[in-house]
C-alpha cells in the first residue's frame, strides 16, 4: 500500500530540549491512523511539522511522495487541518467563514460549502455569528471547514473536544464514511481511547516526544489478552487466595478494586469455587477481552504488552 505520509528521524527541540525525538511515522493512504499519547507526548507538535507550522530541528517530512520544505504549497493545497482549537471570524457566519477559507484556498466551489455544513450537522444557522455559536458547533465548523475542499490527508488535532456522546457518534460515522467514500486518509489524535479503537487502522503510540510504537489494530487485537473480572470487596484477599491456592501468577487488581485473573488454564468455575471455599463474597464475574486502553497503559507502562 502506498506511503501518503512519512517522517524520518522527525525531531523538534525548543530552548536545547527536544519535545519530539527521532519519530518515524509510516501513514498509509486511505487509512485512519490514531495519534496516542498523555499531554505533552509530542502528538501536536508532530502535527505541527507535517502541516508546516512547525519547522523540524532535525529529520524529513515526505507529503505525497514529496519532500516537504518552505515551498511545498502545491502539496500543503492537498490537505485538510484542525491543529489545536479552530479559530474563526466570530462576527461572521458559518457560511461566510467556510466562504473566506475557500476564497484563500484557491477553491471556488460554493456547493462544497453547503455539503460541508450539511456532513456535520450544521444546517438552519445561516444567519447566526460564530461568535454564538458552542464549543461543539465550533469544533463541528472545524471539521466542516477542514473537509469543503474535499482534501487527500486529513490532519485532525483532538477533533471532538466539546462534543456530546451523540455529536461524537456523528463525527466518528463521518470519519468512516470521508476514508471508505471519499477515499480521504485521516491522521486523528485523541485522549479518548475507545473511539480511536473504534475507527483507527494503525495507531501510533507517543510518550515524552518519543515514538514507542506504530501498530495496526488487528495486531493490536491479537495482542490483547482476554481474562476473568472479578468483582468483589475483598480484592486484596482474593489475589491472595488465586497466587498461593492456585499458584496463579499473572492477577492484577484495578484501580477501581476488580481482580483481574490473565491464566486462561484454569477453568472459571476453579476460580470460583476455590474463593467461595475461601468465604471471599463475589459480586460479580465475567470474561473479557483487553482493550486499547489496556494496550495503551501497557506500553506506557514499560513498553511491554500483556499477553
Known amino acids: 500500500m502506498t506511503h501518503i505520509a512519512r517522517t524520518k528521524q522527525l525531531t523538534r527541540a525548543y530552548k536545547g530540549k527536544e519535545v519530539v525525538s527521532n519519530v518515524n511515522l509510516n501513514i498509509k493512504q486511505g487509512e485512519i491512523y490514531g495519534m496516542l499519547g498523555p499531554n505533552g507526548a509530542g502528538k501536536t507538535t508532530v502535527m505541527k511539522m507535517i502541516t508546516n507550522l512547525v519547522k523540524p530541528s532535525a529529520g524529513e517530512i515526505e507529503l505525497f511522495g514529496e519532500r516537504l520544505t518552505d515551498h511545498s504549497y ?3 493545497g492537498r490537505m485538510g487541518t484542525i491543529i489545536e482549537n479552530p479559530i474563526f471570524y466570530e462576527k461572521l457566519t458559518a457560511h461566510e467563514n467556510l466562504e473566506l477559507h475557500g476564497e484563500y484556498m ?11 455544513l450539511d456532513l456535520v450537522n450544521l444546517n438552519g444557522i445561516d444567519k447566526k455569528a460564530v461568535k454564538e455559536f458552542s464549543l461543539g458547533m465550533k469544533q463541528r465548523l472545524g471539521i466542516a471547514r477542514a473537509i469543503m475542499t474535499k482534501p487527500e490527508l486529513l490532519i485532525l488535532d483532538e477533533p471532538i473536544n466539546g462534543l456530546d456522546p451523540l455529536g461524537i457518534k456523528e463525527i466518528r460515522d463521518l470519519f468512516k464514511m470521508l476514508c471508505k467514500q471519499y477515499g480521504m486518509t485521516l491522521v486523528i489524535s485523541s485522549h479518548i481511547l475507545g473511539e480511536i479503537e473504534l475507527i ?11 515514538l514507542l510504537q506504530e501498530v495496526s489494530m488487528e495486531q493490536v487485537a491479537r495482542q490483547t489478552a482476554e481474562y476473568v473480572e472479578i468483582t468483589t470487596n475483598e480484592s ?14 499473572n492477577v492484577r487488581i484495578t484501580d477501581e478494586g476488580q481482580v483481574r485473573i490473565y491464566d486462561s ?18 459480586e460479580a464475574v465475567h470474561k473479557k477481552k483487553g482493550s486499547l486502553e489496556d494496550y495503551f497503559l501497557s506500553i506506557l507502562g ?3 504488552v500483556v499477553a
Request: net charge negative; proline share 2%.
Open 236 to 249: 486484596s484477599k482474593a489475589a491472595y487466595i488465586l497466587e498461593n491456592h492456585l499458584h496463579i501468577s
Open 302 to 304: 514499560g513498553g511491554g
Open 200 to 210: 483507527a487502522d494503525t495507531i501510533a503510540v507517543m510518550n515524552e516526544g518519543k
Open 106 to 116: 484557491g477553491y471556488h466551489n460554493k456547493k462544497s460549502i453547503d455539503e460541508a
Open 74 to 76: 502545491h502539496l500543503l
Open 265 to 282: 488454564r484454569i477453568p472459571q468455575s476453579e476460580l470460583m469455587k476455590v474463593l467461595v471455599l475461601h468465604d471471599v463474597a463475589i
